[in-house]
């Protein structure tokens, strides 16, 4: 074990890791006990080993354990689908629909998120010219029944990719409740045109609802968000009517008993998954670590996950008040210290170049990680 103390030196002085540099450093292997460092075609053919079988086998299993360390329970999922841009030819990278970079190949992932954790529940790569509802119901199928087989689910959340009859149906033969974006179809648009008793939630957004189905569908309650662009011209939602074109609308349909202000404020909270797909895609790489074979790309694709989930496991319970910082902010404070190895009273002492003002800190960093231990409670407050 390594014994770590602190030591003060002048910043020009002090080692910074870079990608390209990392295997040099014999501090690294130390500190791990490692003879000697991968290679990156080693990880290459490492990731080139798994196919679609060992995928299914590997994954969910790993997941569930890591969740299984959590105690957190009746939980609410958020599911969502992003899009990767690809610049080659690799298995699966195709042109769909790719709002970034139009006419570019991309893959068209699914992500599952818990809510409470800010953790990734599962992930599933697909090919670029996927639906957006193509295997939703098979993911679902894995993420209840595999990683998440040993916890409550209190809710679900999902953008218009998951607003199906055949996934809505699902939900309901397992009891689960759900709030789900809906798409603008016709007999939608055109039942929501009659509306009228629209309540007023605060300046610019008024709210109604409805019951609602479609040809061999059961009745279900649908909520509507009227936003006023003028009031609110960053809001979202579609522009739907001719003789309203100062107004945007969104949907959803739920199959809870709530008040209607509560539950589009319950659905709104799910845009903290848009933050952690961007930090995934600019922190962790997402969008960058891509192989030939599309199955070694889904390898990556999940571990990328799991490394996400440690560190926001590290956020929360090592960080306390800074558990929302960005692994970019936590690389400057945490990680990409200047350090080195000396021996003292015949043990390997690491020796961290900190300000005397922040080592106060930094013990009680490492004092909070040395008493941790699982299950790791996590607050509903």
């Known amino acids: 074990m390594i014994k770590v103390k602190y030591l003060y030196f002048d910043t020009s002085e002090m080692v910074y890791f870079s990608s390209n540099r990392w295997t040099t450093f014999g501090l690294i292997y130390t500190i791990f006990g490692w003879d000697q460092m991968p290679s990156q075609s080693t990880y290459s053919r490492f990731f080139g080993k798994f196919s679609q079988a060992r995928n299914t086998e590997v994954f969910p299993k790993w997941q569930h ?4 360390q959590l105690g957190v329970d009746n939980l609410t999922i958020d599911f969502d689908s992003t899009v990767i841009t690809r610049y080659g030819d690799q298995q699966g990278s195709a042109k769909g629909y790719n709002p970034n970079k139009k006419g570019r190949n991309s893959h068209h992932p699914l992500m599952a998120f818990v809510s409470q954790t800010r953790m990734v529940a599962n992930a599933w790569l697909r090919p ?3 639906a957006d509802s193509s295997s939703c119901k098979e993911f679902m199928e894995e993420t209840f029944n595999q990683v998440l087989k040993d916890k409550r689910i209190g809710l679900i959340r999902a953008d218009s990719g998951f607003y199906t009859q055949d996934l809505l149906e699902y939900l309901e033969s397992k009891r689960l409740n759900y709030i789900i974006a809906t798409r603008m179809y016709p007999n939608i648009k055109n039942t929501i ?7 007023s939630l605060t300046k610019g957004i008024d709210l109604n609802d409805m019951v609602f189905n479609h040809i061999d569908g059961k009745p279900r309650r649908y909520i509507i968000v009227r936003k006023k662009i003028e009031d609110r011209p960053k809001a979202s939602g579609k522009l739907l ?3 309203l074109p100062g107004y945007r609308f969104s949907c959803y349909v739920t199959n809870l008993d709530l008040p209607l202000d509560q539950i589009w404020n319950i659905y709104n909270t799910r845009a903290d998954c848009e933050n952690r797909i961007k930090e995934l895609k600019q922190d962790f790489g997402l969008d960058n ?7 070694a790309t889904e390898a990556s694709f999940r571990c990328i996950m799991m490394a996400y989930n440690l560190m ?3 956020r929360h319970f090592a960080l306390n008040h800074h558990n929302r910082a960005t692994l970019k902010t936590l690389k400057v404070y945490c990680f990409a210290l200047g350090a080195w190895q000396v021996k003292h009273a015949n043990k390997k002492v690491l020796k961290i170049a900190l300000p005397a003002k922040k080592r106060p800190w930094m013990d009680g960093l490492f004092s909070q990680i040395k008493n941790l231990n699982p299950p790791f409670v996590y607050s509903n407050a």
């Open 65 to 68: 354990w890591f969740l299984d």
């Open 128 to 130: 670029g010219n996927t």
């Open 193 to 199: 045109g009659g509306l009228d008793n629209w309540v």
């Open 241 to 243: 009517f001719d003789d």
């Open 289 to 295: 670590f891509c192989l030939q074979d599309f199955w």
């Open 312 to 314: 926001s496991l590290f």
